[in-house]
């Protein structure tokens, strides 16, 4: 996403990349400030659909950057590709962080 910001701001299309800057900085953002062990108690559903709404923000940008989106020759198939990478929602969706952490997710510190 920045490489292609960077390359979309070196063609000359400033708005653009300032764009594709912003919404990568907000998704590293939001992965550090939505880190599963700083909400324990969160199912990781929740934790994750801010970061797959970035992501598919990120796709509508670089098609809205791209200058001719027909001259990519995508089609409306091309979106099932997409499926395997949700599997995360249905396999793991509903665990929590404290799950997998014994006494509930409480850590002792000396």
Avoid: C, E
Avoid at 12 to 24: F, N, Q
């Amino acid at each position: 996403m920045v490489i292609l910001a960077i390359i979309v701001l070196v063609q000359g299309k400033l708005l653009s990349g300032l764009i594709g800057l912003a919404i990568a900085g907000a998704a590293v953002a939001y992965v550090l400030v939505g880190a599963p062990w700083r909400h324990p108690d969160t199912p990781y559903w929740k934790l994750m659909l801010p970061v797959y709404v970035l992501f598919f923000v990120a796709i509508a940008w670089a098609l809205w950057a791209a200058d001719d989106v027909y001259s990519l020759a995508l089609n409306r198939w091309h979106v099932f590709l997409l499926l395997p990478l949700l599997t995360p929602f249905w396999t793991t969706g509903r665990r929590r962080w404290s799950d997998s952490v014994p006494g509930g997710g409480q850590i002792d510190r000396p």
